[in-house]
Nanobody
Framework: QVHLVESGGGLVQAGESLRLSCAAS????????MGWYRQAPGKQRELVAS???????NYTDSVKGRFTISGDNAKNTVYLQMNSLKPEDTAVYYC??????????????WGQGTLVTVSS
Protein backbone atom coordinates (compact mmCIF):
# COMPACT_ATOMS: atom_id res chain seq x y z
CA GLN A 1 0.00 0.00 0.00
CA VAL A 2 0.95 3.61 -0.54
CA HIS A 3 0.35 6.26 2.08
CA LEU A 4 0.55 10.04 2.09
CA VAL A 5 1.46 12.17 5.08
CA GLU A 6 0.66 15.86 4.89
CA SER A 7 1.83 18.70 7.08
CA GLY A 8 1.97 22.47 7.19
CA GLY A 9 -1.58 23.74 7.43
CA GLY A 10 -2.67 26.34 9.94
CA LEU A 11 -4.18 29.74 10.60
CA VAL A 12 -2.60 32.83 9.07
CA GLN A 13 -3.59 36.38 8.26
CA ALA A 14 -4.18 37.62 4.74
CA GLY A 15 -0.90 38.35 2.98
CA GLU A 16 1.09 35.83 4.96
CA SER A 17 2.63 32.56 3.77
CA LEU A 18 2.40 28.86 4.48
CA ARG A 19 4.24 25.83 3.17
CA LEU A 20 2.54 22.48 2.81
CA SER A 21 4.45 19.22 2.54
CA CYS A 22 3.32 15.79 1.43
CA ALA A 23 5.40 12.64 1.54
CA ALA A 24 4.48 9.35 -0.12
CA SER A 25 5.67 6.10 1.37
CA UNK A 26 5.00 2.39 1.10
CA UNK A 27 5.22 -0.07 -1.75
CA UNK A 28 6.23 2.38 -4.44
CA UNK A 29 7.99 1.65 -7.69
CA UNK A 30 7.58 5.13 -9.12
CA UNK A 31 5.52 8.21 -8.35
CA UNK A 32 4.45 9.90 -11.57
CA UNK A 33 2.42 12.84 -10.36
CA MET A 34 1.76 14.57 -7.06
CA GLY A 35 -0.60 17.41 -6.54
CA TRP A 36 -2.60 19.51 -4.14
CA TYR A 37 -6.35 19.89 -4.24
CA ARG A 38 -8.55 21.96 -1.97
CA GLN A 39 -12.14 21.94 -0.88
CA ALA A 40 -13.81 24.93 0.70
CA PRO A 41 -17.10 24.62 2.61
CA GLY A 42 -19.98 24.16 0.20
CA LYS A 43 -17.72 23.90 -2.82
CA GLN A 44 -16.35 21.10 -4.94
CA ARG A 45 -12.82 19.88 -4.59
CA GLU A 46 -10.54 21.60 -7.09
CA LEU A 47 -7.02 21.10 -8.31
CA VAL A 48 -4.66 23.75 -6.96
CA ALA A 49 -1.35 22.63 -8.43
CA SER A 50 0.33 19.52 -9.73
CA UNK A 51 3.90 18.34 -10.21
CA UNK A 52 5.16 15.50 -12.38
CA UNK A 53 8.30 13.45 -11.95
CA UNK A 54 9.63 15.20 -15.06
CA UNK A 55 9.27 18.55 -13.34
CA UNK A 56 6.20 19.77 -15.18
CA UNK A 57 3.87 21.95 -13.15
CA ASN A 58 0.29 23.09 -13.50
CA TYR A 59 -1.67 25.67 -11.50
CA THR A 60 -5.24 26.78 -11.27
CA ASP A 61 -5.59 30.38 -12.41
CA SER A 62 -6.48 31.78 -9.00
CA VAL A 63 -3.13 30.83 -7.47
CA LYS A 64 -0.77 31.59 -10.35
CA GLY A 65 1.96 33.96 -9.24
CA ARG A 66 1.28 33.30 -5.55
CA PHE A 67 1.73 29.53 -5.09
CA THR A 68 4.69 27.42 -6.13
CA ILE A 69 4.72 23.64 -6.24
CA SER A 70 7.97 21.72 -6.16
CA GLY A 71 9.05 18.18 -5.58
CA ASP A 72 11.85 15.93 -4.46
CA ASN A 73 11.65 12.77 -6.54
CA ALA A 74 14.19 10.94 -4.39
CA LYS A 75 12.00 11.49 -1.33
CA ASN A 76 8.64 11.15 -3.11
CA THR A 77 7.73 14.46 -1.53
CA VAL A 78 5.93 17.48 -2.88
CA TYR A 79 5.78 20.97 -1.43
CA LEU A 80 3.35 23.81 -1.93
CA GLN A 81 4.66 27.24 -1.05
CA MET A 82 1.71 29.57 -0.63
CA ASN A 83 2.44 33.28 -0.56
CA SER A 84 0.17 36.31 -0.40
CA LEU A 85 -2.61 34.20 0.99
CA LYS A 86 -6.16 35.44 0.69
CA PRO A 87 -9.28 34.60 2.70
CA GLU A 88 -10.64 32.81 -0.36
CA ASP A 89 -7.73 30.36 -0.10
CA THR A 90 -9.30 29.01 3.07
CA ALA A 91 -10.02 25.32 2.56
CA VAL A 92 -8.98 21.82 3.43
CA TYR A 93 -6.00 20.99 1.25
CA TYR A 94 -5.57 17.40 0.10
CA CYS A 95 -2.47 15.82 -1.33
CA UNK A 96 -2.87 13.38 -4.22
CA UNK A 97 -0.33 11.03 -5.73
CA UNK A 98 -0.40 8.67 -8.66
CA UNK A 99 2.15 6.22 -9.96
CA UNK A 100 3.22 2.59 -10.10
CA UNK A 101 3.44 0.42 -6.99
CA UNK A 102 5.92 -2.34 -6.23
CA UNK A 103 3.58 -4.86 -7.90
CA UNK A 104 3.78 -2.75 -11.07
CA UNK A 105 0.17 -1.70 -10.81
CA UNK A 106 -1.12 1.83 -11.06
CA UNK A 107 -2.07 3.52 -7.80
CA UNK A 108 -3.76 6.76 -6.83
CA UNK A 109 -3.99 7.83 -3.21
CA TRP A 110 -5.20 10.79 -1.19
CA GLY A 111 -3.93 12.31 2.00
CA GLN A 112 -6.10 12.97 5.02
CA GLY A 113 -6.26 16.69 4.37
CA THR A 114 -4.83 19.68 6.17
CA LEU A 115 -6.81 22.80 7.02
CA VAL A 116 -5.61 26.18 5.83
CA THR A 117 -7.46 29.17 7.29
CA VAL A 118 -6.72 32.71 6.13
CA SER A 119 -8.23 35.50 8.17
CA SER A 120 -8.90 38.95 6.76
Amino acid sequence: QVHLVESGGGLVQAGESLRLSCAASGSIFRVNTMGWYRQAPGKQRELVASFTSRGNTNYTDSVKGRFTISGDNAKNTVYLQMNSLKPEDTAVYYCNAGGINASFRYFEVWGQGTLVTVSS
